[in-house]
């Protein structure tokens, strides 16, 4: 298969993991090794911005918590990882994933939103979603994926909610049309 970092995976309306119902995920990295994503369309209601800052001990002065933060996935919540646009590098530790974005995991980038001197576009993902060696090509084979490209304005859309529709859409695909059994010839 081919290289599907930078990509969007969105999930297909029989998607049985409810922890992946509706989900859009931003593919961080993809290998013979396995995938490691982020997703992207599901904010953490439970977890404020502002407080999770204060738990960091890091001081917001401009409002940071305008950043939602999100559901990234089911593997280690206790890490956070911020995709944002390229107008942020944090030195060695940003990722350039894409032209359109890129990924940083350090603290410094929380300190540089909370001062103003952060990206215009991120969002903040608390755990990630991850896939060992052909997993992910299985839940392919499953119907339970579609792919495409991760435009930014999909990615770093306000509204979480219209992710899923947004990102179809940009595929071409009816999410009316859409049917949750996968077809073999």
Same mark, same amino acid.
């Given at each position: 298969? *081919?290289?599907? #970092?930078?990509?969007?995976?969105?999930?297909?309306?029989?998607? #049985?993991?409810? %922890?992946?119902? %509706?989900?859009?995920?931003?593919?961080?990295?993809?290998?013979?090794?396995?995938?490691?994503?982020?997703?992207?369309? /599901?904010?953490?209601?439970?977890?404020?911005?502002?407080?999770?800052?204060?738990?960091?001990?890091?001081?917001?002065?401009?409002? @940071?918590?305008?950043?939602?933060?999100?559901?990234?996935?089911?593997? *280690?919540?206790? %890490?956070?990882?911020?995709?944002?646009?390229?107008?942020?590098?944090?030195?060695?530790?940003?990722?350039?994933?894409?032209?359109? $974005?890129?990924?940083?995991?350090?603290?410094?980038?929380?300190?540089?939103?909370?001062?103003?001197?952060?990206?215009?576009? @991120?969002?903040?993902?608390?755990?990630?979603?991850?896939?060992?060696?052909?997993?992910?090509?299985?839940?392919?084979?499953?119907?339970?994926?579609? $792919?495409?490209? @991760?435009?930014?304005?999909?990615?770093?859309?306000?509204?979480?909610? @219209? /992710?899923?529709?947004?990102?179809?859409?940009?595929?071409?695909?009816?999410?009316?049309?859409?049917?949750?059994?996968?077809?073999?010839?």
């Amino acid at each position: 298969m *081919d290289d599907l #970092t930078g990509k969007l995976l969105v999930a297909m309306p029989g998607m #049985t993991d409810p %922890r992946f119902e %509706r989900s859009v995920v931003f593919l961080c990295e993809h290998s013979e090794g396995g995938a490691m994503g982020l997703i992207v369309n /599901k904010p953490t209601p439970e977890i404020d911005m502002s407080e999770l800052l204060s738990q960091l001990g890091i001081e917001s002065t401009l409002g @940071a918590d305008t950043l939602k933060v999100h559901f990234g996935g089911p593997v *280690d919540h206790g %890490r956070g990882f911020v995709l944002h646009s390229p107008d942020y590098e944090a030195n060695t530790s940003t990722l350039k994933v894409t032209e359109g $974005v890129g990924m940083t995991a350090t603290l410094d980038i929380l300190e540089d939103i909370a001062s103003g001197k952060g990206p215009k576009k @991120a969002i903040l993902a608390l755990g990630y979603a991850g896939w060992g060696p052909g997993q992910l090509e299985s839940e392919f084979q499953a119907n339970g994926w579609l $792919v495409g490209d @991760a435009e930014p304005e999909i990615v770093f859309l306000d509204d979480s909610a @219209a /992710k899923w529709t947004a990102a179809l859409k940009a595929m071409g695909v009816d999410a009316v049309a859409l049917s949750p059994d996968a077809g073999h010839a």
